[in-house]
């Protein structure tokens, strides 16, 4: 009677965890430019060291923070601002990205409509809010409708892409019996798209706002209003205790906003 040889364990490894020699030369190039980039751009622990010292110092001359009641007034009208930069960005930007979304779905327009649609949206995705918020300010100068256009256009490049996506990932089983019926095109928007991604669509909507919120107060820093511009002037005129009240308004203001936010999703989902 044959006996056959006894399995080697080494095979067995090489067959369940296979070298992959394309992975491990992708993570070894990768920790060689990690390496590479760190030691062209002077990160170095001695830095890091100084970093932490100073950044102590900055945060021991911002306690306790401003209480002053006309410093207040200045916080409370900045977050009213914002507030408003946020709602208006988000409705308009909104409001403006559900047709260009329509038009970029592939699975409802012609090649040529949906990639014309696709492109504007990549357009206003190419550039940084706060770029585009500088682009604005030299436009129509300083204030709050240089940061509401900013926003509008970072709300049209995320919401437009969420929209299109979720309308070509629906079921085409309803467009198609309207389509069969002679529905006419805004019937089948209505009738037959709609239902099947309002959800989504109110869920990217109060994301969007609650991200607007947060944005709201960088494209101030540039001169977009807001709150950011009531923190950029207390930060060059060393009121770092009136930063620090800033700060944490800002902090509670988003909490409560990411909180109705969550609860508008539950609601409506």
């Given at each position: 009677m044959s006996t056959s040889p006894a399995p080697n364990p080494a095979s067995w490894r090489s067959r369940a965890f296979p070298a992959r020699w394309n992975k491990r030369m992708a993570w070894l190039g990768l920790l060689l430019y990690v390496i590479y980039a760190t030691s062209i751009i002077d990160v170095t622990w001695e830095r890091f060291v100084r970093g932490i010292a100073n950044g102590g110092t900055f945060l021991a001359r911002m306690f306790p923070p401003e209480t002053a009641p006309e410093r207040m007034a200045l916080v409370y009208s900045g977050l009213l601002e914002s507030i408003q930069i946020a709602i208006?960005?988000?409705f308009f930007g909104v409001l403006l990205s559900l047709p260009i979304a329509l038009l970029a779905a592939r699975n409802l327009?012609?090649?040529m409509v949906s990639w014309a649609a696709r492109g504007v949206i990549a357009i206003c995705r190419s550039f940084h809010y706060v770029i585009v918020s500088i682009l604005f300010v030299k436009a129509v100068g300083f204030g709050a409708l240089a940061g509401i256009l900013a926003l509008i256009v970072a709300t049209i490049g995320f919401v437009a892409k969420l929209f299109a996506e979720a309308v070509e990932e629906m079921s085409m089983k309803p467009v198609e019996a309207l389509r069969a019926t002679g529905a006419p095109f805004f019937s089948i928007i209505f009738l037959a798209v709609l239902p099947q991604v309002a959800?989504?669509?109110i869920g990217f909507t109060t994301y969007q706002l609650d991200s607007n919120l947060r944005?709201?107060?960088m494209v101030g820093i540039v001169g977009g209003g807001g709150i950011g511009a009531t923190l950029f002037t207390a930060y060059r005129r060393f009121d770092y205790d009136l930063v620090l009240t800033i700060l944490i308004a800002t902090i509670i203001l988003i909490?409560?906003?990411?909180?109705?936010?969550?609860?508008?999703r539950r609601i409506f989902q």
């Amino acid at each position: 009677m044959s006996t056959s040889p006894a399995p080697n364990p080494a095979s067995w490894r090489s067959r369940a965890f296979p070298a992959r020699w394309n992975k491990r030369m992708a993570w070894l190039g990768l920790l060689l430019y990690v390496i590479y980039a760190t030691s062209i751009i002077d990160v170095t622990w001695e830095r890091f060291v100084r970093g932490i010292a100073n950044g102590g110092t900055f945060l021991a001359r911002m306690f306790p923070p401003e209480t002053a009641p006309e410093r207040m007034a200045l916080v409370y009208s900045g977050l009213l601002e914002s507030i408003q930069i946020a709602i208006l960005s988000t409705f308009f930007g909104v409001l403006l990205s559900l047709p260009i979304a329509l038009l970029a779905a592939r699975n409802l327009m012609p090649p040529m409509v949906s990639w014309a649609a696709r492109g504007v949206i990549a357009i206003c995705r190419s550039f940084h809010y706060v770029i585009v918020s500088i682009l604005f300010v030299k436009a129509v100068g300083f204030g709050a409708l240089a940061g509401i256009l900013a926003l509008i256009v970072a709300t049209i490049g995320f919401v437009a892409k969420l929209f299109a996506e979720a309308v070509e990932e629906m079921s085409m089983k309803p467009v198609e019996a309207l389509r069969a019926t002679g529905a006419p095109f805004f019937s089948i928007i209505f009738l037959a798209v709609l239902p099947q991604v309002a959800a989504r669509f109110i869920g990217f909507t109060t994301y969007q706002l609650d991200s607007n919120l947060r944005n709201s107060t960088m494209v101030g820093i540039v001169g977009g209003g807001g709150i950011g511009a009531t923190l950029f002037t207390a930060y060059r005129r060393f009121d770092y205790d009136l930063v620090l009240t800033i700060l944490i308004a800002t902090i509670i203001l988003i909490m409560i906003a990411e909180a109705l936010a969550t609860r508008l999703r539950r609601i409506f989902q």
